[in-house]
């Protein structure tokens, strides 16, 4: 059967099991948009900005466990789509972006709109495509979606002409794959599981550093046997937040450049770092020659890149989480080591990193005290990036798996809306709160629109603080009080949710938080609540850059004072 180019992506698509996908038409994709009202099993949305599409591409595939997909035109359209990928690809998010490309006899002409976005993406994708002629799209769509969404998941670009779209070829899908030399889960050396069990049973102060790898595998509960059969405290790195039950005896939270205090100490005193689906990203690690200095490390992830990367192991199991964690977890003792837990104890009665001071001031500390207080954590959170993603991490306890979702590696601000977005298309009877921070907030904000027509109740947060918060600190603490171009003059926020037809609540003093976050629970549809804390409130614990865990500023006495001068 002859059909299109455009007709074979949308078979395709149906047959990889999507459902939404994230975009926004122009020339070199018309063909394909043309066709969408024929398949009303692909609900298109629509956005306003292709990062958008992206990033909420990027959301939906965190919360589903599926594939997400965006869809962009050529030149302009296709680069704004980058940010977005290079997050997935810097995070291990399985997406797909499918972007239009001008027509084949103009590729390399700088024809309008031409950008060649297979080599602007080859360095942040998993694999990309310049698919040449309609009849090769079945065979690289069903790559494209075994390549994201196995082994280490990442993003795929598929490149298309836009005379492709429209060039008829015959269509035969492929139902068995064959990719040479693509081997995505690879098995560990049943000595090295052996090595690594032994090293847990001789070990006296070990802790497990759980990463984003635990989610991906969904190796929750094969993680909580290890921790409680050998009574091994629990780290949880930023994107493995949520990966181990908060509130259990064991989870200490986060550890490194914001992380809690005795976790730092804690890795610094610790004899064995069992480290799972993490690569010792800098912010967790700090000045590297000084990490874990008495520590052997167990180092356990899918890929086989981030093994010795940056931390040598003494033992390395290149494997998924689940199935290596099943068989390592037959081999592991049970032991008490209450001396180790005794320690952990005193580090946190010597530095409680997560107190929140007594203040009239409305505190952004308060205010995501309160929102989980008011969810009791049956909620999925997105944060943007800056401060307030840093107090989300801290002061929001998530028990429930896979319901913190934020952009670690890349960093990119604006990340709170559109992956809202995508959360809450995967998750429609979920309740889902967006902490933003008023910078990244309005970097997106235009796609409050795509929250008002798809009738989408999210709630967002915004932590207003009239700057950008992150930059800000570090020049209050690095530059000298140097303030430049971050103090920031920001709109009505409440005007502005008036505008996208969504409620706006004002909150300018601490006792009308409770009152805002159980208003906007009850409300039926999407909320932004705009609450103006202290302005120059700091975020700690803190390491400095270039510093090691062992220097961790703990509120240290100049915040002290500087505290006592605003009050």
Known sequence: MKLTGAQIICECLMREGVEHFFGIPGGA????????????????????????????????????????????????GATNLVTGIANAWLDSVPIVALTGEVVRGLIGRDGFQEADITGITLPVTKHNYLALDAADLPRIIREAFHIAGTGRPGPVLIDIPRDVFQQKAEFVYPEKLEMRGYRPVP????????????????????????????????????LRELAEKGNIPVITTLLGISSFPGSHPLCLGMPGMHGMYWNNVAMCE???LIAIGMRFDDRVTGRLRDFAP?????????????????????????????????????????????????????LKR?????????????????????IYEATKGDCSVVTGVGQHQMWAAQFFWF???????????????????????????????ELVWSICGDGGFQMTLQDLITVTINDLPIKFAIINNAHLGMVRQWQTLFYHDNLVATPLKNP???????AYDILGIRVTDKHMVESAVY??????????????????????????????????????????ERVVAHA
């Open 29 to 76: 994709t018309i063909p394909f948009y043309d066709l969408l009202p024929q398949y009303p099993q692909l609900k298109h949305i629509l956005v306003r900005h292709e990062q958008v599409a992206a990033h909420a591409a990027d959301g939906y595939a965190r919360a589903s466990g599926k594939v997400g997909v965006c869809c962009a035109t050529s030149g302009p």
């Open 294 to 346: 008495n520590a052997k490390v167990i180092h356990l992830d899918i890929d086989p890149a981030e093994i010795g990367k940056n931390v040598r192991p003494t033992v390395a199991l290149q494997g998924d989480a689940k199935s290596v964690l099943k068989e390592l977890n037959r081999r592991v003792e049970s032991c008490d080591r209450d001396d180790w837990l005794a320690r952990l104890e005193e």
């Open 399 to 429: 028990d429930k798996p896979n319901s913190l979702f934020t952009a670690g590696g890349l960093g990119p601000m604006g990340y709170e809306v559109p992956a809202a977005i995508g959360v809450q298309v995967a998750r429609p009877d």
């Open 519 to 560: 208003r906007a629970m009850e409300h039926p549809g999407p909320v932004i609540i705009d609450f103006q804390v202290e302005e120059l409130e700091n975020l700690f614990p803190m390491v400095p850059p270039g510093a090691a865990l062992q220097e961790t500023l703990d509120l240290p006495k100049y915040e002290e």
């Open 270 to 272: 610790s004899d064995l």
């Open 350 to 370: 010597e530095h409680p990193s997560i107190t929140i001071r007594e203040t009239d001031k409305l505190l952004p500390q308060y205010v995501i005290k309160t």
């Open 187 to 222: 098995q560990p050396d049943q000595e090295h599981i052996d090595g690594a069990a032994e090293l847990i049973n001789e070990s006296k102060q070990p802790l497990i550093l759980a990463g984003h790898g635990v989610i991906i595998s969904q190796a929750y509960k094969e």
């Open 492 to 498: 009505d926020f409440v005007k502005i949710a008036e």
